[in-house]
């Protein structure tokens, strides 16, 4: 996916390049907007979050321990993997990529899962 999406976006500038660009300009600069936003999305932001939930999932859900020693860190975690988990379902629902983008708040969303499982960590 990110290999497809840097490829587009590189064509697309490639394309700039052509005199009879002016014709599409408009429509490859929308087309640009959305792979760039898509690769930025989910090459900066998605796979850290995914990775971190991963993490903190192996640790918090593995260890009884845990939730005694370090009962908010665990609350919290537990709360937005609830939170995680309806958005992965929203996006499991909208299987192609562009609809995906079309989520409510979904950067928004995502880097706020960033933040608290920075926190957590």
Same mark, same amino acid.
């Given at each position: #996916? +990110? &290999?497809?999406a840097k490829d587009h976006i590189n064509n697309l500038a490639q394309m700039k390049m052509s %005199?009879?660009?002016?014709? +599409?300009?408009?429509e490859? =600069? &929308?087309?640009? !907007?959305? *792979? =760039?936003?898509?690769y930025t999305l989910f090459y900066d932001v998605w796979i850290d979050v995914q990775r @971190?939930?991963?993490? #903190?999932? /192996?640790i918090f859900s593995g260890s009884d321990d845990l939730k005694v020693i #370090? %009962? =908010?860190q665990t609350n919290k975690f537990t709360a937005h993997t609830h939170e995680f988990i309806g958005l992965m379902r929203k996006v499991s629902k909208n299987p192609r990529v562009l609809e995906v983008l079309t989520i409510p708040n #979904?950067?928004? =969303? *995502?880097?706020? +899962?960033? !933040?608290? +499982? !920075? /926190?957590? @960590?």
């Amino acid at each position: #996916l +990110f &290999t497809l999406a840097k490829d587009h976006i590189n064509n697309l500038a490639q394309m700039k390049m052509s %005199p009879y660009y002016k014709v +599409f300009e408009e429509e490859a =600069t &929308t087309w640009e !907007d959305k *792979l =760039t936003v898509l690769y930025t999305l989910f090459y900066d932001v998605w796979i850290d979050v995914q990775r @971190q939930w991963v993490y #903190l999932e /192996g640790i918090f859900s593995g260890s009884d321990d845990l939730k005694v020693i #370090l %009962p =908010t860190q665990t609350n919290k975690f537990t709360a937005h993997t609830h939170e995680f988990i309806g958005l992965m379902r929203k996006v499991s629902k909208n299987p192609r990529v562009l609809e995906v983008l079309t989520i409510p708040n #979904l950067q928004r =969303t *995502l880097n706020q +899962f960033k !933040d608290a +499982f !920075d /926190g957590i @960590q």
